[in-house]
């Protein structure tokens, strides 16, 4: 039976606005390419006729060694430099902090590759901060514009395609976050006895720069030659690489249906649902396709079974390295260099504008999938985070007293990706985590109101918010829902009848929720909350799914003056509490039970908590909650910053606004 002409219209209409989807998509691909090999190829210094000769500028040299070689070159190429007029002492990798490297006006690094093409042990945590950072949407395609480099790697041809993988892997990395080549890299073998000769040419190309004279484009610029890389064309295909991989995330919304049949026929490599027992009753399919897993992985996920996660989160490393910790240690006193960031269920029932993920996580109503034990996703997810606070040792600010304790977790943040409340087994994963003396703090996306009637105690409860009004909430949150607007509102009024803490949670998106402060005000009568958090939405990109620019992320003075009026129109019932200037937060909380005597009591007594919670018996959110240090209140001259951790701003660029600069 042919299709109506209404079925074919409606056809024409999806693959019309599939096809804009896409040509806007490439377009802003492209652009992003061109843009990036632009500011390669500007020129290092372009003379004009008015113009005061250009400054030379202050090289950081770095070494990464094994066997010495590498040190011994940086320290030739430093004597270099000091005759040149451009005095640089060659330092050890480990020693750099990363984060200066927005700062750093020409770096040039000296480094062997180790095994298996991997980077050498010194350079292993700068290698690792910068493929997290290209690999991370918040940080800007062009953080490092200002930057200038060239890298000079030296192996040996006898390892095949491993030869000076590292050195190809740290040029990939700088371009990747909009950084300048000023030298193709230059590749040394020990064994083919060339190695003095490629050295010296490659420093002569330096040396060029650093003196302000132009590299002429022959040769080894942008063609292979006398040991060096070709740029250009190895430039071309990561970009188009790149490209082709965000478009195929950014273009489509990665749901189960859709890729099961491309899973399948993909090789499985044995790693899906691999490592725990119960991965394949009933023939389920798993959670995490191949597919998925790659792009979660990319992101910096270490993927547990068949649909748990674990990434170690920055704040973390923050506190690890005594840089401050998150708003949830300034809010609730939790240890963030012992928090671990997790999730039972990759899977969501909503697709969020702001989702920092860009829905490269599946999604669903329900559970269809295969089931791991719970205790299995616990001990896996700890080893996994185990391994990831271990990297961090050596880097600079980790003490060893640090570094042990962030090895004994002490928080689980049930927040990481996804809809963590739709594990079957959440209570069991729960009471597994209180049993170790990990206190939990759990975010549901206000779509399963019976499940959350269901959950046993926990630490803290937290019900995102995301909007105020049915038409702003479909609009912000994208649910698959239908009846999502009742499953909401019952869900808020599910927190009502819980005796531990509850949180409502409202992230605020400049033109699409800030105007809706009268409707907010309604809804804390429903679950009447014993906090609202109050944050900016955190910019993560743009894509084919998420339109949301700078223009959409509030300032912090602007979350204030929002909290300010909501706790107004509560008439009491709520006062600003606590602030997090760095995170762009505010919390409010309930005056009759958590302001005693005039000072706000919003910690937790987290060895109470356990005691309490293994006790079995009937409590209440008083019964484990601790002071609020004066620093962490609202209004104070700290901001919500620790005092006991030493401040560092890291410079951030994003888009279009870093291009304007």
Avoid at 478 to 483: K, M
């Amino acid at each position: 039976m042919p299709p109506s002409p209404a079925a074919t219209a409606a056809s024409a209409t999806t693959h019309l606005a599939l096809l804009l989807v896409l040509s806007s998509s490439s377009l802003f691909f492209l652009y992003k390419s061109l843009t990036l090999r632009r500011l390669r190829r500007i020129p290092s210094s372009t003379p004009t006729p008015t113009a005061a000769p250009a400054a030379t500028p202050t090289p950081t040299l770095l070494y990464a060694s094994v066997t010495g070689t590498s040190k011994d070159l940086a320290a030739r190429l430093s004597l270099r430099l000091t005759d040149a007029g451009a005095p640089a002492r060659a330092t050890d990798a480990a020693a750099f902090d990363p984060d200066d490297l927005p700062s750093v006006p020409l770096l040039l690094l000296v480094l062997p590759t180790h095994d298996a093409g991997a980077p050498p042990p010194d350079a292993a945590f700068l290698a690792r901060w910068l493929a997290e950072t290209a690999a991370d949407f918040r940080a800007g395609a062009l953080l490092l514009s200002d930057l200038r480099f060239a890298v000079f790697g030296v192996g040996s041809r006898a390892y095949g395609e491993t030869f000076n993988a590292a050195a190809r892997s740290f040029s990939r990395w700088l371009r990747a976050l909009g950084a300048v080549e000023v030298v193709p890299v230059g590749e040394g073998d020990v064994d083919g006895g060339d190695l003095d000769g490629v050295f010296e040419e490659w420093c002569g190309r330096v040396l060029r720069v650093v003196k302000g004279e132009d590299e002429e484009d022959e040769d080894g610029v942008n063609g292979e030659a006398n040991g060096f890389e070709e740029v250009d064309g190895e430039e071309s295909d990561y970009d188009d690489e790149d490209d082709e991989e965000e478009e195929e995330v950014a273009t489509g919304e990665v749901d189960m249906e859709d890729i099961a049949g491309k899973a399948i026929a993909k090789k499985q490599n044995g790693k899906v649902g691999g490592g725990l027992p119960n991965g394949g009753q009933n023939g389920a399919r798993a959670m995490v396709t191949p597919i998925i897993r790659a792009s979660l992985e990319k992101q910096g996920y270490k993927i547990v079974g068949s649909h748990s996660g674990v990434k170690i989160c920055r704040w973390t490393k923050s506190q690890l390295r005594g840089r401050g910790g998150c708003y949830k240690h300034s809010f609730y006193g939790i240890e963030s260099h012992r928090c671990m960031e997790a999730t039972p269920s990759l899977a969501c029932a909503n697709k969020c504008v702001f989702c920092w993920r860009h829905h490269t996580n599946p999604v669903g109503k329900s559970w269809k999938w295969k089931m791991d034990d719970p205790l299995d996703i616990v001990n896996t997810a700890i080893d996994e985070h185990r391994k990831m606070v271990k990297q961090m040792k050596g880097v600079p600010g980790v003490k060893p007293e640090r570094l042990a304790e962030g090895l004994s977790p002490r928080h689980c943040a049930l927040s990481l990706v996804g809809e963590p409340i739709m594990y079957p087994e959440i209570n069991a994963l729960v009471d597994d985590l209180h049993r170790r003396h990990i206190s939990t703090f759990l975010v549901t996306n206000a779509q399963f109101p019976d499940k959350i009637k269901a959950l046993k105690p926990i630490t803290q409860l937290y019900v995102s918010v995301d909007a105020a009004t049915k038409e702003s909430l479909k609009a912000v949150d994208r649910p698959l829902f239908s009846d999502f607007w009742e499953r909401f509102l019952d869900s808020l009024k599910s927190l009502h009848d819980k005796d531990q803490r509850t949180v409502y949670r409202l992230t605020l998106v400049k033109g699409w929720n800030v105007e809706e402060i009268d409707a907010y005000a309604n809804l804390l009568e429903l679950g009447q909350p014993d906090f609202i958090e109050i944050k900016g939405v955190t910019y993560c990109g743009s894509s084919a799914t998420s339109k949301l620019t700078m223009e959409n992320v509030p300032w912090h003075a602007d979350v204030k003056e929002f909290s300010e009026v909501l706790a107004t129109k509560s008439g009491g019932v709520y006062e600003l509490a606590c602030e997090h200037v760095h995170s762009c937060c505010v919390l409010l909380a309930k005056v009759d039970k958590f302001k005693i005597n005039g000072k706000w009591h919003t910690w937790i007594d987290y060895d109470r908590f356990n005691e309490l919670v293994m006790s079995g018996k009937p409590f209440k959110s008083s019964d484990y909650m601790a002071m609020t240090p004066s620093w962490a209140v609202y209004g104070a001259e700290e901001g919500g910053f620790d005092p006991d951790q030493a401040r560092f701003k890291k410079e951030r660029r994003h888009g279009a606004a870093a291009l304007k600069g």
